[in-house]
């Protein structure tokens, strides 16, 4: 339980030192969440049995989900990105562009990347069907 | 107007509390990560790791900071690539690092702002020069997996998503900055000389717009960094933590030295049948390979097509000891054997056989070019001993060949049947007599030192030779010698190796009682794996000796002028090449002498073979293989003795009994039109003698 306690207390301190504007708690709230955070990571790792929600969600995070989920947690980031950099070398005038329609486009593109992958991870699959099959 | 930075420029205050919350969850993720790891590592046997942590810490800072084994000739490429990203990363780790300290314990405890003025200008160029550095590595090691593909790299998806994943993170960081300084107009902007063309580009966009691609491009670089230090724990990038802590908890004893079993007679299990049964130590070292192959590279079972590749059996056992560890244990990133073991599937198999077969067990030949190769200091070889000690004892499972072997060193002192009685007998063929330790303690005589001879230059004809080159020289010098005799037997090298930790101690306890009882202080070999032993094993077991090695004695007698060489036959405006042995070389670092003695004799022109001291390649006889059949269609010492012979080298030289039985077998297999004489040191040495008359052969 102290590491849990530990968490809430950081969090609070935090909300109190962005409050008031005591600017100096902010330090004492960073290195109690992170001593929450480091000794709950701790004391679970190092217990007899992972914690039933770690075993829980072991039995569906398979590789493959966890290799998408990090391909969605990088490719907007990816993507907006590459538009800004296309945008700032073409010198497009974004003044008339609004950053909803940026992220919009950003999702977009991501939509037809995706649509692009399973299409060629679909073709490869296919492939090697067909070598075995021939 | 002083150059200063603002802290948490354009993000708001909900967003500068969330992004502390959020933080705790990466970090809990990584926490969690290392303590199953070190969960796992707890269950291996005690083993002290831990003395003397000043020299520990010192050679750390030297394998990190310098590069020490990880920027090596041969491994130019790899070494620069991995400067790049380590130089990178660490800078950039750092300017985060003080960014923090700063903006959350300087100004708000102290007052004190020290990012500003040419301090800040001097920290802006440094981060963006750092951030170029790290791409330049990321683009190296992306090349070389995609496109040079070298024989020893097998690539998994993660090692390129961990590229990607940096490269997302710095590119993110240059935007996240050329759009500050847009909004900014930040007249010190050019320091950042990489953000600052592309800053220059973005003032055409609107400000409102500029001000949220800023926010959403701040609160995705977090989101990447934090996902980033979250899947740490569960990928290679684990490697920053096992890596040095491996590093540091490296074994101090010699590399040749493998650790008796204490307590054999009482000892629970003998060897490693299962994870448990490894210390914690070599339980954390697997953790520590980051799938680089340099283990590979001078490999002979891997170069010449061998089940045993030392890569793949460490990652096989991270796999199955990620596996057993639970949930979340390495399972993303385990590397090219992830696959064979991933939630829960191959935790039940046995460890020898089904997570390592018996063949690559016995395919080792114990050179140790996997462990002077490796950057984080693995050592595979004690490992495949503890599962070959294992499989000899306790499982009575070893390659049929093997038996009469250990028949008759148990029953005769040496592998090779013959009876004790004739171990002296190449003496008779010497014009002055060879002395034995019976007769000079008889005659309450003392001696500089103990020649110990060997079973191979006791009883195989060809290393007689050897033996008596070796006692002509030490008689020309004028040395007091003595050997034992029929009492020497086996020192228990080729026992201890092939896993019979029983029979290798009972043979080495009866040698250290008869050195011991004569109380001998000096020891003189002809053979480097009798050296490594006696030098660094039998301590273990009281036999204290100061132990040399016929190439070192040979050259001390020469500089010394105790001998002086003339012509020699065999080397007359002669090539000679010389073969590193394994246990003379990488064990004990001996690579000068040999080559300061073959300096020394007229007319020969000493060649290099391209693989050679520390990056020697093995004859294949190490091990106990000398005593195996080796198996594959490529033969080591084959494929080793035409590397010798494409230097053109007329002799090729060595300095141990083994290698010379592995070279005469692989020349005389060999093709080549023009077949090199295989000679000893010694022999070479004792050819050019100007030996006094009273030792001149008969």
Redesign the interface.
Known sequence: MVCPIL?AV??AI??VS?STGL?????V??GV??A???????????AS??PAL??A??AR???TL??VT?LV??L???L??LL??T???L?????Q???FW??LGAVIALMLFAVLAAALTLAGRALRVAEKIL | MNPAREILFNIDPVSAVAIYILMTLPVALLAYGLARRVRRWRMGAPENRFERMGARLWYLLRMTVLHGRIVRQRNLYGGLMHACLFGGFVTLLAGTTIVMIEADVAVPLFGWSFLRGDFYLGFKFALNAAGLLLLAGIAMALYRRIVMKPATQESSPDDVLILVWLAVLVVQGYVLQALRLSLTHDPWAAWSFVSYPLALALRSIAPEVLSHMHQFTWWSHALVAFGLIGYAAYSKLVHPFTAMANVLLRRLKPRGVLDAIENLDTAEVIGASKLEHFSWAQLMSVDACMHCGRCLEFCPTFNTGKALRPRDLILSLAGYQADQGGVFSGVLGEGANAGRFKNGRGADRQLIGGVVSKQEIWDCTTCGACMEQCPVHIEHVPMIVSLRRNLVTEQNSFPPEVQPIFNSLERLGNPYQSVPMERAAWTKKMATPVAEMKDVAANGETVDYLFFVGCVGSFVSRNQKITIALARILQAAGLKFAILGKEESCNGDPARRLGHEFLAQQLAMKTIERMNHYNIKKVVTSCAHCFNAIKNEYPQLGGNYEVIHHSQLIEELIASKKISLGEGAALKNGKVTYHDPCYLGRYNQVYDEPRGVLGRLKGAEVVEMPRNRAQSFCCGGGGGQAFMKEQGAQRINVTRVKEAIATGAEVIATSCAFCMGMFEDGVGASDAAKKPRVLDLAELVAEALQEPADVKRS
């Open positions: 968490l950081g969090f935090l909300l962005e600017a100096a708690l902010r330090i709230a960073v969440l992170l929450g955070a480091i000794g709950g990571g701790v004391r679970a790792g190092l049995e992972p770690f075993n969600l072991a995070f398979t590789h966890a290799r990090i947690l990088l907007p980031t990816a907006s990105l800004a950099l945008g700032a070398l010198r497009t005038d974004y003044a562009i609004s950053a940026m992220m």
